[in-house]
């Protein structure tokens, strides 16, 4: 009964999550007023969720439902509701990576796969980071994980494995896999070893690269260095 109702939650939360992201930016000034209450009933939801306490987290959320629905009725906006059933069923949905400093880019990326299902986000381990891009990670593991669990496109986030790649795929199940732009595997290659442990997801690759001067790490790092002095950076602690 407790999971169910978890699992009911859920749902409503993704239902005002969607309708939020199909309102758009064009609305009056006082739908954006309730827009904003309805996003803090929202965050309300999301807070009391995370903490089991399921009865309150219901509470939010049907607050949320109730002020953009008022909008909808008014006609000051134009959405649709998705069904509940199938927002139980909505795909699980897998997309890795570093994320190492969160940018607008990681954040087209989130949205893409949130559109297609629930999203879970397997963050690289620092020892990986090390591996396969041949540098430090700028931002610890956990740090990242902690970053990555608070985009609202996100589900669940977990760490991924330092002796296989795939191994959090095993355990997550996913029914797609959301490739980034630039991520060395290939779909072909991904798929062939996923159907060696009995996994056949559907595989996509996310092909949008946003224009903009600070859609990267790399060029993120290179501001920073470019704005602070060594003589202005204290030393990082904790690794």
């Not at 607050?63 to 906006?77: F, S, T, V």
């Not at 796969?113 to 620092?126: E, F, N, Q, S, T």
């Not at 920073?224 to 602690?237: G, I, Q, W, Y």
Request: charged residues 30%; proline residues 6%.
């Amino acid at each position: 009964m407790r999971l169910d109702l978890r699992r009911r939650v859920e749902a409503y939360v993704e239902n005002v999550e969607l309708a939020l992201a199909r309102l758009g930016d064009g609305l009056p000034a006082p739908a954006r007023r309730v827009v904003e209450l309805a996003r803090a009933y929202l965050s309300d939801a999301r807070y009391y969720m995370e903490r089991g306490d399921l009865e309150t987290a219901l509470a939010a959320v049907a607050y949320a439902e109730g002020l953009i629905d008022a909008l909808r009725w008014l006609g000051l906006a134009s959405f649709e509701w998705e069904p509940l059933s199938r927002l139980l069923a909505r795909p699980r949905v897998v997309v890795a990576g570093t994320f190492d400093i969160l940018h607008p880019g990681h954040v087209a990326l989130l949205r893409y796969a949130y559109g297609l299902g629930r999203v879970y986000a397997i963050v690289a381990r620092d020892s990986n980071v090390r591996r396969f891009k041949g540098r430090e990670p700028i931002v610890p593991e956990r740090q990242r994980l902690e970053v990555v669990r608070a985009v609202r496109y996100v589900h669940e986030a977990v760490l991924g494995d330092e002796e296989d790649v795939l191994r959090p795929l095993e355990r997550l199940r996913p029914d797609v896999v959301v490739l980034g732009p630039d991520q060395w595997a290939s779909e072909e290659w991904l798929a062939r070893s996923l159907e060696e442990r009995g996994l056949r997801p559907r595989i996509v690759r996310f092909g949008e690269r946003l224009e903009c001067g600070l859609c990267s790490v790399t060029a993120i790092a290179c501001r920073v260095l470019a704005s602070f002095p060594p003589d202005r950076c204290p030393a990082a602690e904790g690794g």
